[in-house]
């Protein structure tokens, strides 16, 4: 009960997104999954509510090997600008949109369009301060933007990791384990647009994480025919990056230590880890996987 045990997790698919200070104009992402990120993936997959407490799986010990560490990826976005179809609720929640759609005429030689049907040209653009009407709930904005917007998000571009939680209970780790084969909800490496390929979960292993990263290949990168065995890959020195159970001088913490989650993003506090440049031995345990 009291030997640490360590749950590994692959975290591979075609995009990861694992932001750390992202805002609506630009999404940033870290180069490598933030402990926050995979707290919260494993929430997901066991069902708990978003404020719920995190309990026990916030205290598992943290650390990553980048096996492929990806290539950065810039995704250029516009939001809004242009041709906007009117809805009857833009007109309700807007006295702008409302009054420009009075003096909207319809194209020569058409008819007006039915309610909701009209458009209005370089009109729509994305709505600022979303809050919902005290009176009737619905969403308002207070600020409407007639201008297209630019932003920018960034990914990790084929990028696969092997992440460790390490914790003496090896029971907790493997109904989380069963819960990543099994989720309750949908999952995400990062972000919606991320979903994961393949297996998740790779099984719950005795030792510390060192140990761990030391004693499992690489993960494979191309899928074998049915029945041919995985071929170990243990000649790459991979980096890991592995939390320290105390604080450390001279080195900055990152703050994805998760405390709570909630529509407000929730809380995060300080955590220390240090970085391993990982030797693989040579009789390392190869994979059996879903790719």
Same mark, same amino acid.
């Given at each position: ?141 207070? @600020?409407?933007?007639?201008? !297209?917007?630019? %932003?920018?998000?960034?990914?990790? *571009?084929?990028?696969?990791? $092997?992440?460790? #939680? ?59 025919? @049915?029945?041919?065995?995985? !071929?170990?890959? %243990?000649?790459?020195?991979?980096? *890991?990056?592995?939390?320290? $159970?105390?604080? #450390? ?43």
């Amino acid at each position: 009960m009291n030997d640490p045990h360590v749950l590994l997790v692959r975290l591979a698919g075609p995009l990861q997104s694992w932001g750390l200070t992202g805002r609506f104009a630009r999404r940033d992402t870290h180069t490598r999954p933030t402990k926050s990120g995979v707290i919260g993936l494993c929430a997901a997959a066991l069902g708990l509510a978003r404020e719920e407490p995190l309990g026990e799986l916030a205290e598992v010990r943290f650390g990553v090997r980048a096996d492929r560490p990806g290539t950065p990826l810039r995704d250029y976005h516009t939001v809004g600008g242009g041709t906007y179809p009117l809805r009857p609720r833009d007109l309700l929640t807007d006295h702008q949109r409302a009054a420009k759609a009075v003096t909207a005429s319809a194209p020569e030689g058409t008819e007006p369009g039915p309610f909701g049907r009209g458009e209005l040209e370089a009109w729509y653009g994305s709505p600022k301060y979303v809050t919902a009407d005290p009176t009737s709930g619905a969403l308002v904005s207070g @600020e409407v933007r007639r201008h !297209a917007l630019i %932003t920018e998000r960034w990914y990790l *571009a084929d990028a696969a990791f $092997l992440v460790g #939680l390490e914790h003496p209970d090896a029971a907790l780790l493997e109904r989380i384990a069963n819960a990543l084969e099994h989720p309750k909800r949908l999952l995400w490496l990062g972000r919606k647009a991320c979903p994961p390929s393949g297996d998740l979960a790779l099984g719950v292993v005795p030792g510390t994480l060192r140990e761990v990263f030391e004693t499992h290949a690489l993960l494979p990168e191309d899928p074998c025919y @049915e029945g041919e065995p995985q !071929a170990p890959v %243990t000649d790459v020195r991979p980096w *890991a990056w592995i939390e320290s $159970l105390r604080p #450390l001088s001279g080195i900055g913490p990152p703050s994805d230590q998760p405390v709570r989650f909630g529509a407000d993003g929730g809380v995060h506090s300080l955590r220390w880890e240090t970085r391993h440049r990982i030797t693989i031995a040579s009789d390392a345990r190869g994979w059996d996987i879903i790719l």
